[in-house]
């Protein structure tokens, strides 16, 4: 059963990539923790808040999922959080002044026509957040690269913490999802590993051969689906939004009407 995922972000305990080694992941592939300038989400819809997850990659903007932001009724209902927001009611959010966004419905998620992106400009700048200066379109991992990937997910339902899990890349086609605009991990050694209810617009890091340096390469946009603890789990492949196939349109967006309030 293939759903989006809707990801908030949330923790009490940080642990960022660049502390992890690749290797780490042969012994523990899940660890509590975030990952470079995760950031919760919350968008207000007309019945419900949805929550996902994004990244910061300036002060000012986050990358998060498409699908998340699509039913907004307006851009200030996004509100972008440090990602300890839920461990601490009294955490500030910061809303959204602008919001661009791609997303072409549930029924085309990892099809070869279905697009998942949203980048969403904060009203003013994040306390210490920077611009990512790694270079985030140097395309998605090639198959059998290890990558990493965060988000609350159902844990957040019950527990004040962030999930790192710990990917190698795959062939998207063996679970039907086809286009250069997304790419496929499953978990290196709990194949089930992966995303989860709530994860939807979280990072996705790859490794490079050194085992050290790392890139933020995607988004998380779908996963082939099982109930658990009240919302839905991986059953084994997440599907994540290149960022580098839409690397026109964010720099078109990030240079035009995001560039300011």
């Not at 697009?115 to 200066?133: F, N």
């Amino acid at each position: 059963m293939k759903i989006f995922v809707a990801l908030p972000q949330a923790l009490c305990f940080l642990l960022l990539v660049s502390e992890v080694k690749a290797d780490d992941y042969i012994l523990d592939e899940d660890k509590v923790g975030v990952l470079p300038q995760q950031v919760y989400i919350e968008i207000k819809k007309v019945s419900k808040v949805s929550r996902c997850t994004g990244t910061m990659i300036t002060a000012h903007i986050a990358i998060t999922a498409g699908h998340c932001v699509s039913n907004r009724t307006k851009d200030s209902d996004v509100m972008v959080y440090p990602p300890q927001k839920k461990c601490n009611s009294m955490t500030e959010g910061i809303p959204a002044c602008k919001v661009e966004h791609q997303f072409t419905g549930q029924n085309t998620g990892c099809t070869s026509s279905g697009y998942d992106i949203a980048l969403v400009r904060l009203s003013k700048g994040m306390s210490g957040m920077s611009t990512i200066t790694q270079n985030m379109y140097s395309g998605p991992p090639i198959l059998g690269s290890r990558t990493v990937m965060a988000g609350t997910g159902i844990n957040n339902d019950d527990k004040c913490q962030s999930l790192i899990s710990y990917q190698t890349a795959v062939d998207c086609a063996e679970d039907g999802y086809y286009g250069s605009q997304w790419y496929c991990t499953k978990g290196i050694n709990n194949t089930t590993s992966g995303g989860c209810s709530g994860d939807s617009g979280g990072p996705s890091w790859t490794y490079a051969i050194n085992g050290n340096d790392k890139v933020l390469t995607g988004i998380t946009s779908n996963i082939d689906g099982h109930p658990q603890g009240g919302g839905y789990c991986t059953n084994g492949v997440t599907c994540f939004s290149n960022i580098a196939f839409y690397q026109t349109w964010i720099e078109e967006n990030m240079a035009g009407p995001l560039a300011r309030c």
